[in-house]
Nanobody
Framework: QVQLVESGGGLVQAGGSLRLSCAAS????????MGWFRQAPGKEREFVAS????????YYADSVKGRFTISRDNAKNTVYLQMNSLKPEDTAVYYC?????????????????WGQGTQVTVSS
């Protein structure tokens, strides 16, 4: 069974930064795309960013483009999300997800395994 464990969430003021990490307990981590999603209270889970298995390609939601950076270290089975210039509207539970499903990189169905989430709260 694949396990994904997120860390690095917390409370930060607007304009600040946080770095999320997601550690995967899986032998084949380096062969799958990874993604970050988020879900704010009362809203649907939405795509944030994704990264190709090799790290050669990255994709971002328009709302975070230029502020967030996704990266991965396949030697450590870890994917990261560097979040800069945070805004109150970035407040949400952030989930990492491992590919292996079907669908576009921004769709929930493209990801087969999910972490438990980490809370990010941005105060104004």
């Amino acid at each position: 069974q694949v396990q994904l464990v997120e860390s690095g969430g917390g409370l930060v003021q607007a304009g600040g930064s946080l770095r999320l990490s997601c550690a995967a307990s899986e032998r084949f981590f380096s062969t799958y795309a990874m993604g970050w999603f988020r879900q704010a209270p009362g809203k649907e889970r939405e795509f944030v960013a994704s990264i190709h298995w090799s790290g050669s390609s990255t994709y971002y939601a328009d709302s975070v483009k230029g502020r967030f950076t996704i990266s991965r270290d396949n030697a450590k089975n870890t994917v990261y999300l560097q979040m800069n210039s945070l805004k109150p509207e970035d407040t949400a539970v952030y989930y990492c997800a491992r590919g292996g499903g079907s669908g576009s990189y921004y769709s929930l169905t493209a990801y087969r395994y999910w972490g438990q989430g980490t809370q990010v709260t941005v105060s104004s």
